[in-house]
C-alpha cells in the first residue's frame, strides 16, 4: 500500500481528516493537498497545492508520492451551488470522474468520495429516510451528488473501481468554519455563542435535520474506508446518522451553558433547500455491513464542543 491523498484538505472536514489519519498512518504517509495554501492545522506533513480539475497537476502528484489511496473531499456545497449552478455541476462531476479515471487505469487503489442527505428531495419521505427511496434532489448540489453516487456504482461494476462513500448529514465542528452550505449555522451557532454574541438563523425554529459531530464523521469515514471489501454491498453512498435537531433545540441546549444567548430567525433562500431534505435518515444497512454506530447525540457534542472551544481560547 502506497501513501493517502487528501483532496480538499482545508475543508471542514479535510482538516480533521488530515490530522486523524496522519496519526494512525504516519505524518509522511499522508499528503494533503488543496487549490489553496495549508492552513496551519495540517501544515505539519507533506502538502501540495492541487485543482483538482487539472488533470496532469493530479496524476503527476500521485506519482510522486506514490499515492494507492485518494480522499476526494473537494466540493461546492448546496447554498453556494445555488449561486453558481453550472460551475457547481462542472467541479463537483469533472473531479470526480478523473479521480474515479486514475483508479480504472490502475494508477490508484481506493476511494473515498462524500455524498451527503442531499441527495434526497421534496418527494423523499422525511421520517427515517431508508438507504433506497424516492431521491428527486432539487439542489444543483444534491443533483451532481446523486449523479455521483450512480458513476461511483458505475465504475466499481464495470471497471472493479474500488470506491467508497458515505451521506454525510450537516457536520458539525469547531476547528475550521465550513463555507457554503445549508447546515452550517448549527456550526456558526458556537462561534456566536462562545463570544457571547446573539445569534440570526437563516432557517426558521423548527427545521429539524439530520447532523453529526465532526469526531464521529471522521470515525465513520476512516471504518469505511477500512472495512473488509467483501462486507461492502453499497458502492453508491450509505446512509448514516447520528441526531437530528432544529435550530431551537440546539439553542436551548446552549443556553443551558450562556443562560443570556439570544436568537433571531430569519429564514432565507436556504429554508427551501432545508425543506427539500430529510428530517432523519434511517442507517440500518451500515450498522449492518461494517458496523457504524454514532457516539455523541446533541447534548453530549453542545458541551464538548463548547468545552474544547472555551479551553482552545
Ligand atoms: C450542506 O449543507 O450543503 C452540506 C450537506 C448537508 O451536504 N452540509
Redesign the pocket.
Known amino acids: 500500500m502506497g501513501r493517502t491523498l487528501i483532496i480538499g484538505a482545508c475543508g471542514q472536514l479535510g482538516s480533521e481528516l488530515t490530522v486523524y489519519l496522519r496519526s494512525r498512518k504516519g505524518q509522511d504517509q499522508v499528503v494533503a493537498s488543496d487549490i489553496s495554501k495549508p492552513i496551519p492545522y495540517i501544515a505539519d506533513g507533506p502538502f501540495e497545492e492541487l485543482n483538482i480539475m487539472d488533470k496532469d497537476q493530479f496524476l503527476k502528484i500521485l506519482k510522486k508520492h506514490d499515492i494507492s489511496e485518494v480522499y476526494h473531499l473537494a466540493a461546492i456545497?448546496?447554498?453556494k451551488?445555488e449561486q453558481n449552478p453550472l460551475f457547481a455541476w462542472q467541479l463537483n462531476m469533472d473531479s470526480l470522474l478523473i479521480v474515479l479515471e486514475a483508479a480504472k487505469e490502475k494508477l490508484i487503489e481506493k476511494i473515498y468520495w462524500?455524498s451527503?442527505?442531499?441527495v434526497f428531495g421534496p418527494d423523499t419521505p422525511k421520517d427515517q429516510t431508508p438507504q433506497n427511496t424516492i431521491m428527486n434532489p432539487d439542489t444543483v448540489?444534491g443533483i451532481s451528488?446523486q449523479a455521483g453516487e450512480r458513476w461511483c456504482e458505475y465504475y466499481h461494476h464495470k471497471y472493479g473501481v474500488d470506491v467508497r462513500s458515505l451521506r454525510?448529514?450537516?457536520?458539525i465542528g469547531y476547528k475550521t468554519k465550513?463555507g457554503?452550505?445549508?447546515?452550517?449555522y448549527a456550526v456558526d451557532i458556537f462561534f456566536k455563542a462562545v463570544a457571547g454574541e446573539n445569534f440570526q438563523s437563516f432557517l426558521s425554529k423548527d427545521t429539524e435535520?439530520p447532523m453529526m459531530y465532526m469526531a464521529d464523521a471522521v470515525r465513520a469515514t476512516v471504518s469505511l474506508m477500512e472495512a473488509p471489501t467483501e462486507s461492502i454491498k453499497v458502492r453508491s453512498s450509505y446512509n448514516l446518522a447520528a441526531m437530528s435537531f432544529t435550530p431551537e433545540e440546539i439553542f436551548h441546549e446552549l443556553k443551558k451553558i450562556y443562560p443570556d444567548f439570544k436568537i433571531e430567525y430569519t429564514p432565507d433562500f436556504r429554508q427551501k433547500?432545508a425543506d427539500s431534505?430529510p428530517n432523519s435518515i434511517n442507517d440500518n444497512v451500515a450498522t449492518r455491513e461494517w458496523g457504524w454506530k454514532p457516539t455523541f447525540d446533541l447534548k453530549t457534542m453542545v458541551r464538548e464542543i463548547v468545552t474544547q472551544m472555551t479551553v482552545e481560547i
Do not use: E, F, M
Open positions: 456545497l448546496s447554498a451551488g462524500p451527503s442527505i442531499a448540489y451528488k454525510y448529514p450537516g457536520l465550513p457554503g452550505g445549508t447546515t452550517d435535520l433547500i431534505w
